[in-house]
């Protein structure tokens, strides 16, 4: 994940930061009721299906949609990708067009829209040969608890070897339970979620880089994961999925875990979420409530945190213990951790 450059970011200093939280002077008043937003809705999105060439791909692009249902300030993501598809991707949003959205009837700019690509060689799920062939010997190495060797494996073919998208999400399920082995649910964490990645279908439904039967085994084992360390708003986004997707028994244990995130986000007490900044000096969190406070920091720094919504993009300078207020006049926002890598944290929700 890629920290935004672009001209619409926001940098908050230090003095503005201590007083966001009693009314937010430098982004204006809180309204006395919450905004109507009503998000862009494509009018033309053609070239968004193009054809693969020998190697697949699954790249995120963020853009502005303006006023005029243009689109602006086109950038990668990241994912699974190669230049030839993020050069084609770029000039593809660029032609892209919307009916505006707008905030209480007005049209209005909107930020930080994500869409994920996804491109195939053919429309079966497949792996390549030589992914393939090396699959027994990760197992092998897997089974014998030689966690850091099979770590190894996976990420030289995920830099060499990986060629479709079941490719990339299979060596990314098997690095789950090499992370689980290592201890480090964190990672774990981090190689479910892009394992059980998507993107949209011609009809709009989520199409998965896993088989059906993979992808439901992945999922359940996300659950258990992000409510081991208490990240309960993925705890809740990844039920959505399994239980749009698949028919669970009531008396299916990943219930009590549903049930404990539900009970945690309806409670008016504050919701602590444990966190470690990514080996890409990231970690990306949907917060579940506006006010926010970040605490416990340890083994590494924390460097800025990057408010990515839907009006504006805003970048804090972090202070530890200091409460951030995202009024609701930005929409929806996502927050981008940036530090050293391996540093672990607590982030605090706390209701309005």
Same mark, same amino acid.
């Given at each position: ?5 672009? /001209? ?5 200093? /230090? ?31 053609? =070239?968004? %299906? @193009? ?20 689109? #602006? ?22 032609? *892209? ?11 209005? #700019? +909107? ?5 994920? %690509?996804? +491109? ?13 062939? @090396? ?12 966690? !850091? ?6 990420? /030289? ?26 201890? #480090? ?14 993107? $949209? ?10 088989? $059906? ?25 990844? *039920?959505?999925?399994?239980? !749009? ?15 404990? !995130? ?5 409670? $008016? ?13 990231? *970690? ?24 990515? &919504? ?8 972090? @202070?530890?213990?200091?409460? *951030? ?5 930005? =929409?929806? &926002?996502?927050?981008? %951790?940036? =530090?050293?890598?391996?540093?672990? +944290? ?7």
């Amino acid at each position: 994940m890629k920290s935004t450059t672009k /001209s619409n970011t926001t940098r908050l200093n /230090s003095a503005l930061l201590a007083v966001m939280l009693a009314a937010a002077p430098a982004l204006g008043q809180e309204p006395a009721k919450t905004p109507v937003f009503v998000d862009p809705v494509p009018l033309m999105q053609e =070239g968004r %299906f @193009q054809p693969g060439v020998r190697v697949e791909g699954l790249i995120t692009a963020r853009y502005t949609v303006k006023t005029d249902g243009s689109t #602006d300030d086109i950038e990668i993501l990241g994912g699974f990708t190669n230049p030839f598809y993020e050069n084609a991707i770029r000039e593809t949003v660029k032609k *892209w067009t919307f009916t505006p959205g707008s905030v209480d009837g007005t049209p209005r #700019d +909107f930020l930080n829209q994500e869409y994920t %690509f996804k +491109f195939r060689v053919s429309d079966t799920l497949a792996i390549s040969k030589e992914v393939d062939e @090396q699959l027994q010997v990760i197992r092998e190495t897997i089974d014998k608890k030689e966690f !850091a060797d099979a770590g190894k494996q996976i990420n /030289s073919i995920l830099r060499r070897g990986v060629q479709s998208v079941l490719d990339y999400g299979l060596m990314n399920e098997m690095m789950v339970q090499v992370n689980l082995g290592l201890e #480090d649910p964190y990672a774990a964490l981090e190689a479910s979620q892009r394992a059980t990645a998507s993107s $949209p279908g011609i009809n709009g439904e989520p199409e998965y880089l896993l088989t $059906p039967g993979l992808l439901q085994g992945a999922l359940r084992q996300q659950v258990m994961v992000a409510a081991t360390i208490r990240q309960q708003g993925t705890v809740l986004e990844t *039920w959505k999925k399994l239980d !749009a997707l698949f028919d669970l028994p009531a008396d299916d244990s990943v219930h009590q875990w549903i049930k404990a !995130a539900e009970d945690a986000v309806a409670s $008016p007490d504050q919701l602590v979420s444990l966190a470690k900044i990514n080996d890409d000096g990231h *970690w990306v969190q949907a917060p579940l409530r506006r006010i926010f406070s970040v605490s416990d920091v340890r083994e590494g720094k924390l460097k800025r945190i990057v408010a990515h &919504c839907q009006r504006r993009t805003l970048e804090l300078e972090f @202070q530890e213990g200091v409460d *951030w207020n995202l009024p609701a006049s930005l =929409g929806h &926002c996502e927050l981008d %951790f940036q =530090g050293d890598e391996g540093t672990l +944290f607590a982030l605090y929700e706390f209701a309005q």
